[in-house]
């Protein structure tokens, strides 16, 4: 009985799995989104379009695309773009499941992928294999190191910490200051690492792990009693929505101070503002900018997708030009391999190439492959983001 | 004497007893697959006829096979549910990060490497499992299920505050909670939640399948060994093995280990695939999809876990075409195919369809006769 | 008072794991299976409670009510479809389906209603928190109502349970699923009511859970999901009230953790005691012998 059982289980399983592979030698991928000539570059993108950070690579999908049709329409004669979105759950082992799926289909450029541990992965895959890749928001150094071809647009999590801790130094000298960090986030604990460095003073230290991402009162009144005043989250606005709920609870009112994971807090559905009041973070982009550029990606993001984009969209707008930018300035086909295009975008990008977008003025690389690019730091008044 | 005592009280040793051919029938089998895929898989690579998509999941495809096989070892020989199969995995796949690293300045020769690596890596998990096993052996069926999935948690959560590195002199430095200090950035090993980075990627798809085949033939010898005769009768009734003597916890803390072993092993091939490796692969869900190989296979049996996982790797990449609707799918897919293997009307249906196509009726026959005899000899008593 | 305040916030997210575990415990008890899914079942009570508050514009408490009616709806159709063709075949099968039910609803979830987390509009929305001690002990009157929740849930269902027809037959099947059905009890009717039961509670979880940690994703019904099947376990499994007792004292011990010890090894921790409690005590706090079953 037994192994009959199994027989069919094995053959009922073969049949599901013809099938499967049949549609997919017939099918053709989706997520291309344009139609051109043969004068097309072929873009690929990784990132979790699914499971628990589906929210980042969905962004960078939305944000690429837009950038892609843009082109593709603004200059139809000149080269096209195509766009392939390949979700990789937020895991090292399918982010290079997909990454291999993109080259079988002729990528020739990569833009990510969008978080870090993936990233780092695919990374040592697209360095042996010679794929230029230039991430929208992995920012850990751990992605670019030893890496010719990986660049980042996002600003690195050491510059980050960096920067946040000599903001706090200027300004809130005075200040008893406390931390709450994802200890096991990649970009979390490394702007804390990088953070506590560089502020050298005591920083009464508390975290979490994203299982037990839910409940914070042990944390903060942690924190409350050790009468911290200047609050560092480095961390993402989901949990951070949470903190500054259950701070309000608990009659505890710091000064939070936020990296660019917190941007986006403000478009949370049925987030009580009131609560950000007063909330301070490091960003390189608000959907808020008076700034014509940014205002304009809003707008056609807004029109587009009926949502507000978020940092991780206008990061990857700004890859998508980046790279259309500098595979002008290369002065290669369309039809040139992944390889040849993969050296002279490295030649582009480390040299005095510079770009503008929706994130920063006139961006530029150095030869580790980080961008060079000036945080600002926003307060947030009356539910608006106030320079500062 | 006493190992015909246990063949009659395992009802499934009893039909090995009569048709002896079976064990051998199931080797064949397995082997068969292994070499047969490795084989198929290569020349096609040779030639060019894959893709890199499929390339890159070889080595995951055996190391997922090796771990479908060790956890039957406990799920189908045992008899115990295990929910924590990934925490095992974690600990092979580290300590076979580390060791690698540490020998990598004195050893140039990276398969020795590999070899000790798997040694320890082994060792290591097996002590986890002696640790774990020998006081929970003893719970009953779903509480030890929950008691392995709490181990495998914990294992990821000491993961995440776990941190190595190598000093200047190439000295191993550990430290718990924080980053070492004075270790550059080229010398850390261990970091936390973000794992093993600048792992030297030594696995090949000839040495996994090389431990796929190591650990198909430790688990079928187990199973056709006095020992395993002993496991499965404890299996089929506890109470008989104890009246003849048979020292229950003994017989399956020894099942447990060797499978937490072999999974380790499986782990550190694993880990020596990826550049880098964070603990929250090991979760939770990791453990479920080594236990849906064992099921969908057929529990106990070990070539049915053995295609399963293989296919049930390649399936979410199949299905990639679907695009967003991919994980939907798959969900769709293994809700499916668990009825239709499972249901008892599908399934006699498609039993009696498959005695009409069987080439080898007659035999088969004659087996049914003897089970259909048993089984009503057993309901009867 | 930390003290206090801690063992306030441990009874608060205790009392949310004890909704959930007795979902599971129920339905453990009944049908011995494992449902993984049933986590997934409060994600959806959730949005439903959301959509039915933010799009509709309805009333919270109405919303619940909606939300139950869905989540009850959500469980039988389950049951009949994925976990009835499996009775019989063993624990294995069912927990696997169980699995695939779980990746599908959070994908369906993904699809329907987006990754963007949504911010949950509390039931007390505006409610203001309790001041005692000249401001030293707050609480917040979500906990105070989440608290008060199980106490009543735990009631009713004790109630149910031994003293309505129903529930009696529920046990008798929990019991003994033949000799249930030779004494002319409807098995079939028995479990669908179980699961009906169970997914409702899991909207109750859902919203309270929704309004004391206001983040809502596709996935927000995961790990909650874990941690109290671990109290299911922990109190002994198939008990109703051990299921509440499990949940509140792995909520306390969590934050206690957290407070006290490491916020990074909390869950390590919550784990150990549960290793610990199984090995005193094999079938739990209130194992098999010293409480009814459902």
Same mark, same amino acid.
């Given at each position: 009985?037994?192994?009959?059982?199994?027989?069919?289980?094995?053959?009922?399983?073969?049949?599901?799995?013809?099938?499967?592979?049949?549609?997919?030698?017939?099918?053709?991928?989706?997520?291309?989104?344009?139609?051109?000539?043969?004068?097309?570059?072929?873009?690929?993108?990784?990132?979790?379009?699914?499971?628990?950070?589906?929210?980042?690579?969905?962004?960078?999908?939305?944000?690429?695309?837009?950038?892609?049709?843009?082109?593709?329409?603004?200059?139809?004669?000149?080269?096209?773009?195509?766009?392939?979105?390949?979700?990789?759950?937020?895991?090292?082992?399918?982010?290079?499941?997909?990454?291999?799926?993109?080259?079988?289909?002729?990528?020739?450029?990569?833009?990510?992928?969008?978080?870090?541990?993936?990233?780092?992965?695919?990374?040592?895959?697209?360095?042996?294999?010679?794929?230029?890749?230039?991430?929208?928001?992995?920012?850990?150094?751990?992605?670019?190191?030893?890496?010719?071809?990986?660049?980042?647009?996002?600003?690195?999590?050491?510059?980050?910490?960096?920067?946040?801790?000599?903001?706090?130094?200027?300004?809130?000298?005075?200040?008893?200051?406390?931390?709450?960090?994802?200890?096991?986030?990649?970009?979390?604990?490394?702007?804390?690492?990088?953070?506590?460095?560089?502020?050298?003073?005591?920083?009464?230290?508390?975290?979490?792990?994203?299982?037990?991402?839910?409940?914070?009162?042990?944390?903060?009144?942690?924190?409350?009693?050790?009468?911290?005043?200047?609050?560092?989250?480095?961390?993402?606005?989901?949990?951070?929505?949470?903190?500054?709920?259950?701070?309000?609870?608990?009659?505890?009112?710091?000064?939070?101070?936020?990296?660019?994971?917190?941007?986006?807090?403000?478009?949370?559905?049925?987030?009580?503002?009131?609560?950000?009041?007063?909330?301070?973070?490091?960003?390189?982009?608000?959907?808020?900018?008076?700034?014509?550029?940014?205002?304009?990606?809003?707008?056609?993001?807004?029109?587009?997708?009926?949502?507000?984009?978020?940092?991780?969209?206008?990061?990857?707008?700004?890859?998508?030009?980046?790279?259309?930018?500098?595979?002008?300035?290369?002065?290669?086909?369309?039809?040139?391999?992944?390889?040849?295009?993969?050296?002279?975008?490295?030649?582009?990008?480390?040299?005095?190439?510079?770009?503008?977008?929706?994130?920063?003025?006139?961006?530029?690389?150095?030869?580790?492959?980080?961008?060079?690019?000036?945080?600002?730091?926003?307060?947030?008044?009356?539910?608006?983001?106030?320079?500062? | 004497?006493?190992?015909?005592?246990?063949?009659?009280?395992?009802?499934?040793?009893?039909?090995?007893?009569?048709?002896?051919?079976?064990?051998?029938?199931?080797?064949?089998?397995?082997?068969?697959?292994?070499?047969?895929?490795?084989?198929?898989?290569?020349?096609?690579?040779?030639?060019?006829?894959?893709?890199?998509?499929?390339?890159?999941?070889?080595?995951?495809?055996?190391?997922?096979?090796?771990?479908?096989?060790?956890?039957?070892?406990?799920?189908?020989?045992?008899?115990?549910?295990?929910?924590?199969?990934?925490?095992?995995?974690?600990?092979?796949?580290?300590?076979?990060?580390?060791?690698?690293?540490?020998?990598?300045?004195?050893?140039?020769?990276?398969?020795?490497?590999?070899?000790?690596?798997?040694?320890?890596?082994?060792?290591?998990?097996?002590?986890?499992?002696?640790?774990?096993?020998?006081?929970?052996?003893?719970?009953?069926?779903?509480?030890?299920?929950?008691?392995?999935?709490?181990?495998?948690?914990?294992?990821?959560?000491?993961?995440?505050?776990?941190?190595?590195?190598?000093?200047?002199?190439?000295?191993?430095?550990?430290?718990?909670?924080?980053?070492?200090?004075?270790?550059?950035?080229?010398?850390?090993?261990?970091?936390?939640?973000?794992?093993?980075?600048?792992?030297?990627?030594?696995?090949?798809?000839?040495?996994?399948?090389?431990?796929?085949?190591?650990?198909?033939?430790?688990?079928?010898?187990?199973?056709?060994?006095?020992?395993?005769?002993?496991?499965?009768?404890?299996?089929?009734?506890?109470?008989?093995?104890?009246?003849?003597?048979?020292?229950?916890?003994?017989?399956?803390?020894?099942?447990?280990?060797?499978?937490?072993?072999?999974?380790?092993?499986?782990?550190?091939?694993?880990?020596?695939?990826?550049?880098?490796?964070?603990?929250?692969?090991?979760?939770?869900?990791?453990?479920?999809?080594?236990?849906?190989?064992?099921?969908?296979?057929?529990?106990?049996?070990?070539?049915?876990?053995?295609?399963?996982?293989?296919?049930?790797?390649?399936?979410?990449?199949?299905?990639?075409?679907?695009?967003?609707?991919?994980?939907?799918?798959?969900?769709?897919?293994?809700?499916?195919?668990?009825?239709?293997?499972?249901?008892?009307?599908?399934?006699?249906?498609?039993?009696?369809?498959?005695?009409?196509?069987?080439?080898?009726?007659?035999?088969?026959?004659?087996?049914?006769?003897?089970?259909?005899?048993?089984?009503?000899?057993?309901?009867?008593? | 008072?930390?003290?206090?305040?801690?063992?306030?916030?441990?009874?608060?997210?205790?009392?949310?794991?004890?909704?959930?575990?007795?979902?599971?415990?129920?339905?453990?008890?009944?049908?011995?299976?494992?449902?993984?899914?049933?986590?997934?079942?409060?994600?959806?009570?959730?949005?439903?409670?959301?959509?039915?508050?933010?799009?509709?514009?309805?009333?919270?408490?109405?919303?619940?009510?909606?939300?139950?009616?869905?989540?009850?709806?959500?469980?039988?159709?389950?049951?009949?479809?994925?976990?009835?063709?499996?009775?019989?075949?063993?624990?294995?099968?069912?927990?696997?389906?169980?699995?695939?039910?779980?990746?599908?609803?959070?994908?369906?979830?993904?699809?329907?209603?987006?990754?963007?987390?949504?911010?949950?509009?509390?039931?007390?929305?505006?409610?203001?928190?309790?001041?005692?001690?000249?401001?030293?002990?707050?609480?917040?009157?979500? *906990?105070? #109502?989440?608290? +008060? $929740?199980? %106490?009543?849930?735990?009631? &009713?269902?004790?109630?149910?349970?031994?003293? !309505?027809? /129903?529930?009696?037959?529920?046990?008798?099947?929990?019991?003994?699923?033949?000799?249930?059905?030779?004494?002319?009890?409807?098995?079939?009717?028995?479990?669908?009511?179980?699961?009906?039961?169970? *997914?409702? #509670?899991?909207? +109750? $979880?859902? %919203?309270?859970?929704?309004? &004391?940690?206001?983040?809502?994703?596709?996935? !927000?019904? /995961?790990?909650?999901?874990?941690?109290?099947?671990?109290?299911?376990?922990?109190?002994?499994?198939?008990?109703?009230?051990?299921?509440?007792?499990?949940?509140?004292?792995?909520?306390?011990?969590?934050?206690?953790?957290?407070?006290?010890?490491?916020?990074?090894?909390?869950? &390590?921790?919550?784990?150990?005691?549960?290793?610990?409690?199984?090995?005193?005590?094999?079938?739990?706090?209130?194992?098999?012998?010293?409480?009814?079953?459902?």
């Amino acid at each position: 009985m037994k192994t009959k059982f199994t027989k069919f289980a094995a053959a009922a399983m073969a049949v599901v799995m013809a099938f499967a592979l049949a549609a997919c030698g017939g099918g053709s991928n989706g997520g291309g989104s344009s139609e051109g000539g043969d004068n097309v570059l072929k873009l690929g993108g990784v990132g979790p379009i699914t499971g628990p950070a589906a929210l980042y690579g969905q962004a960078v999908e939305k944000g690429a695309k837009l950038a892609v049709e843009e082109i593709n329409a603004a200059n139809p004669d000149g080269v096209q773009l195509s766009f392939d979105m390949q979700d990789d759950e937020h895991d090292a082992e399918k982010a290079i499941n997909a990454y291999n799926k993109l080259v079988d289909d002729g990528m020739q450029v990569l833009v990510g992928t969008v978080t870090s541990t993936p990233c780092t992965a695919v990374a040592t895959e697209a360095d042996a294999n010679r794929t230029f890749a230039l991430t929208p928001s992995a920012s850990a150094p751990d992605v670019t190191e030893g890496h010719d071809n990986v660049f980042q647009l996002c600003f690195s999590d050491p510059n980050q910490g960096v920067a946040s801790a000599q903001y706090v130094l200027g300004n809130f000298a005075d200040a008893k200051v406390g931390v709450i960090y994802n200890n096991s986030d990649n970009y979390s604990s490394g702007i804390f690492s990088k953070f506590k460095a560089e502020y050298k003073n005591a920083i009464e230290e508390t975290t979490f792990t994203s299982d037990s991402a839910t409940d914070f009162t042990a944390q903060l009144s942690t924190l409350k009693n050790a009468g911290v005043d200047l609050v560092f989250l480095p961390i993402y606005y989901t949990e951070a929505s949470i903190i500054l709920d259950q701070a309000k609870k608990m009659d505890y009112a710091p000064k939070f101070f936020g990296c660019d994971g917190m941007d986006g807090i403000l478009d949370l559905e049925g987030f009580d503002t009131s609560l950000a009041e007063g909330l301070m973070l490091l960003t390189p982009y608000t959907p808020y900018s008076e700034d014509a550029k940014s205002k304009a990606f809003t707008e056609a993001y807004q029109a587009a997708y009926n949502e507000t984009p978020i940092q991780f969209a206008a990061d990857a707008y700004d890859c998508v030009y980046a790279i259309y930018e500098a595979f002008g300035k290369t002065g290669l086909e369309t039809s040139a391999s992944m390889e040849e295009i993969c050296e002279a975008l490295i030649g582009v990008f480390t040299g005095d190439f510079t770009v503008s977008g929706v994130t920063a003025e006139s961006m530029k690389w150095n030869a580790n492959g980080e961008v060079e690019k000036t945080p600002k730091v926003c307060e947030i008044q009356d539910g608006k983001y106030v320079e500062k | 004497m006493a190992d015909r005592i246990l063949k009659s009280i395992s009802t499934r040793g009893l039909k090995n007893a009569v048709r002896g051919s079976e064990y051998k029938k199931e080797a064949l089998i397995s082997y068969g697959i292994l070499i047969a895929g490795y084989l198929v898989l290569q020349m096609g690579a040779m030639m060019g006829l894959i893709g890199r998509n499929l390339q890159g999941q070889f080595i995951p495809i055996c190391v997922y096979i090796s771990l479908a096989i060790s956890l039957n070892l406990v799920v189908g020989i045992s008899g115990e549910l295990s929910l924590g199969h990934a925490g095992f995995m974690a600990v092979g796949a580290f300590t076979g990060a580390i060791v690698t690293r540490v020998l990598e300045n004195g050893m140039t020769f990276a398969p020795a490497r590999l070899l000790i690596a798997l040694i320890i890596s082994g060792a290591m998990a097996a002590l986890a499992g002696f640790i774990i096993g020998l006081p929970i052996l003893g719970l009953r069926g779903d509480y030890l299920a929950i008691v392995t999935l709490a181990f495998g948690e914990i294992i990821r959560n000491i993961m995440n505050v776990l941190y190595f590195g190598l000093d200047e002199n190439g000295h191993l430095k550990f430290a718990f909670n924080h980053e070492i200090e004075g270790i550059e950035n080229s010398g850390r090993i261990l970091t936390g939640p973000i794992g093993a980075t600048g792992v030297s990627k030594i696995a090949t798809f000839t040495y996994a399948a090389l431990l796929t085949a190591f650990t198909l033939f430790v688990v079928l010898n187990i199973k056709n060994s006095k020992q395993g005769r002993a496991i499965m009768a404890i299996r089929d009734n506890r109470i008989a093995g104890e009246s003849i003597g048979l020292n229950v916890k003994k017989y399956k803390l020894m099942a447990f280990v060797v499978s937490a072993s072999l999974a380790g092993m499986a782990g550190c091939m694993f880990g020596q695939n990826f550049s880098t490796l964070a603990p929250v692969k090991f979760n939770f869900n990791t453990s479920v999809l080594i236990l849906v190989f064992v099921v969908l296979g057929g529990i106990g049996n070990i070539w049915g876990g053995m295609i399963a996982a293989a296919l049930l790797t390649i399936l979410p990449e199949a299905l990639r075409q679907f695009s967003d609707y991919r994980m939907l799918a798959y969900s769709i897919v293994l809700i499916v195919v668990m009825i239709a293997t499972y249901n008892p009307t599908i399934k006699s249906r498609v039993n009696a369809l498959w005695t009409k196509v069987n080439p080898f009726k007659a035999k088969d026959k004659e087996g049914d006769k003897d089970r259909k005899r048993k089984k009503s000899g057993k309901e009867a008593a | 008072m930390n003290l206090l305040n801690s063992l306030i916030s441990g009874l608060s997210l205790g009392s949310v794991y004890a909704i959930i575990a007795l979902g599971y415990t129920m339905v453990y008890g009944i049908s011995k299976m494992l449902n993984f899914a049933h986590g997934d079942v409060i994600m959806v009570g959730g949005y439903m409670s959301f959509i039915m508050t933010m799009y509709v514009g309805m009333n919270g408490w109405l919303a619940l009510l909606i939300a139950m009616a869905v989540c009850t709806l959500l469980g039988i159709t389950i049951e009949r479809l994925a976990y009835r063709p499996l009775r019989g075949t063993g624990s294995l099968a069912v927990l696997i389906t169980a699995i695939g039910v779980s990746y599908f609803l959070q994908n369906t979830a993904l699809l329907i209603w987006g990754a963007n987390p949504r911010v949950f509009p509390s039931l007390l929305k505006g409610s203001e928190p309790i001041r005692l001690a000249g401001g030293k002990l707050i609480i917040s009157q979500e *906990s105070i #109502l989440t608290i +008060v $929740a199980i %106490v009543v849930i735990m009631v &009713a269902l004790t109630l149910f349970v031994n003293k !309505t027809k /129903a529930g009696k037959a529920m046990r008798a099947v929990s019991e003994d699923n033949g000799a249930a059905q030779l004494m002319g009890i409807n098995v079939n009717q028995s479990i669908s009511l179980t699961f009906a039961i169970g *997914s409702g #509670l899991a909207a +109750v $979880a859902g %919203v309270l859970m929704c309004s &004391a940690y206001p983040v809502l994703m596709p996935t !927000t019904g /995961a790990m909650p999901g874990i941690k109290a099947f671990t109290a299911a376990v922990f109190g002994g499994i198939g008990s109703i009230p051990g299921a509440m007792i499990g949940g509140l004292i792995l909520g306390i011990i969590e934050i206690f953790a957290k407070s006290y010890i490491s916020t990074e090894l909390s869950d &390590a921790i919550v784990f150990a005691c549960l290793i610990l409690v199984l090995l005193v005590r094999p079938t739990g706090l209130l194992g098999k012998k010293v409480s009814e079953k459902v």
